[in-house]
């Protein structure tokens, strides 16, 4: 997670309240103008964004922009889809970003998802190959 410095300095964030182990804030958006909630207590980092008209969802998009404004590009986080017997939906149009504090998750192989810009032909045989 970047330094809380530089988070407080992010276009488009508006920093409200602030706490030992995060703070909350409004985050505007081209479509939209939410809550944003941002923590890194109980092992987790963990941002949350809620648009204040709830019809309104994050995009794809939103949730990359929102995730470059609090990690570094080298950093991996999740959205977890939970069993549902573990399902919160305290705000139904709300979603969340999480990392665990001092490790990285592990990820599947990224030919497993598609074929990067710019590898060739031989690369992709070579990782499938290498996943097989």
Request: with cysteine.
């Amino acid at each position: 997670m970047k330094m809380i410095e530089e988070m407080h300095r992010a276009p488009r964030l508006i920093v409200g309240r602030k706490g030992i182990d995060g703070f909350q804030g409004e985050i505007h958006m081209p479509r939209w103008t939410g809550s944003i909630i941002v923590s890194w207590g109980g092992g987790w980092e963990h941002v949350s964004c809620c648009p204040y008209k709830h019809h309104i969802m994050p995009s794809w998009d939103d949730m990359c922009y929102i995730k470059d404004l609090f990690w570094n590009e080298d950093e991996c986080v999740v959205q977890f889809h939970p069993p549902k017997s573990q399902y919160v939906n305290n705000m139904p149009n709300c979603l969340h970003l999480w990392k665990p504090v001092g490790h990285d998750f592990e990820m599947p192989p990224s030919i497993l998802t598609g074929v990067r810009d710019g590898q060739s032909r031989e690369s992709v045989l070579a990782e499938m190959e290498a996943v097989r």
